[in-house]
């Protein structure tokens, strides 16, 4: 079967004729659908974040994957059903307390493996296998946009935990801002329209006219430019913000967030950025925290109950902004394509069999 993989010491993806992986007992073989691809695979693809399976040559790349039971073996699925997989699986010692509890997703890194990230090979193969606990069941109806449960589960994740810690209190956010308009960004400001916000906020560096921006007005929030507003300048320039999600990867934005949250806002820290040092007054951000109820929550990755989450969340989601989002589906002669960028590109996701 082919398979789109990373080799040690390339800086760009290739195809490669790989065996048909053959799944073990409580393991469902899976027909690849469609693998979406995001700012991590090119994080990866680049060298500065995840790294090799142990003593391989290559990773097979990809980590947002739908596809179609083909061998269930004696598990809870059946042929024809329609799964998107999770990301981390336990490390060469064995499953560890964060597996046993069905929270992979608060392992430290060196307590797991992440398919297609860190570790062990990912989606993008005509199958692949998992075990079946992994696998989540996705509607018929929404295949074709299956690769996105995965990114949305982990701003389900995220979500979920910035509001667990606003649950001591009446909270109640009204205004949200959203740090960066790239997919995972975009797909996050949806689901905040769909979370009853009174006023939703999305900062980009784009000049109209720009696509994402169409994506932002048309769901009803406002474009911020972080080069004539800076992040700590948004509580004068529009509102505070109770809610704010950095989806940015720029880590001046995890300080300068906590200027733009509102007295008892909660920020969410998404991005994955390289090592920077840079000057900020930590007196007055310590203070800023401690006497205005401040929150700031980091999250990664997600579990099976995010992935569920997820599932209803991509149900609920207007066909226009599905559309809008997924910039192009790329079949597997075009591998390239879909990781290549330009200022129409948003979402991209290659296709290795039809659904
Ligand atoms: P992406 O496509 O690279 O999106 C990042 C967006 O932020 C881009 O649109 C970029 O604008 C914008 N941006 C960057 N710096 C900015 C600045 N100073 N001012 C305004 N806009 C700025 O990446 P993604 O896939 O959406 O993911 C977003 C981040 O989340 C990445 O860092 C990724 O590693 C991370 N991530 C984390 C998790 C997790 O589990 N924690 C999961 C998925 C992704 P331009 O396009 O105009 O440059
Ligand atoms: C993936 C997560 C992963 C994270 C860190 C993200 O792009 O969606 O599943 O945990 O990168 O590697
Ligand atoms: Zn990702």
Known sequence: ?????????????TVTELQRPDPGPGEVLVRTLRVGVDGTDREVIAGSHGGFPAGEDHLVLGHEAVGVVVEADDTAFEEG???????????????????????????PPEACVERGIDG?????AEYFTSPAEYLVPVPEEVAEWGFLVEPISISEKAIEHAY?????????????????NGSLGLLTLAMLENRGYDRTYCLGRRDRPDPTIDIIEELGASY?????????????????????YEATGYAKHAFECIE?????????LLGVPEPWEFEI???????????????LVGSVNSNVSHFEAAV??????????????????????DYEAAFAEDETTIKTALQFNQI
Do not use: C
């Open 81 to 107: 059903d329609v799964v998107a997989p999770t990301v981390r699986r336990p490390p060469a010692e064995g499953p560890n307390e964060y597996f046993e509890q069905g929270q992979p997703d608060m392992a």
């Open 260 to 268: 733009a949250l509102a007295p008892g806002g909660v920020g969410a």
């Open 120 to 124: 062990a090979h990912g989606f993008m």
């Open 312 to 333: 209803r969340t991509l149900g609920g989601l207007p066909a226009w902004f599905l559309d809008d989002l997924v910039t192009a589906v790329h079949d597997l002669a």
């Open 164 to 180: 667990a810690a606003r649950s001591a209190f009446d909270w109640d956010p009204e205004t949200g801002l959203v740090l960066g």
């Open 224 to 244: 911020v430019d972080s080069r004539a507003t800076p992040v700590a300048e948004i509580p004068d320039a529009h509102e505070p913000m109770d809610f704010v």
């Open 281 to 295: 007054d930590g007196g007055r951000l310590h203070k800023e925290f401690v006497m205005n109820n401040k929150a």
């Open 1 to 13: 079967m082919e398979a789109v993989v990373i080799r040690r010491g390339e800086t760009s993806p």
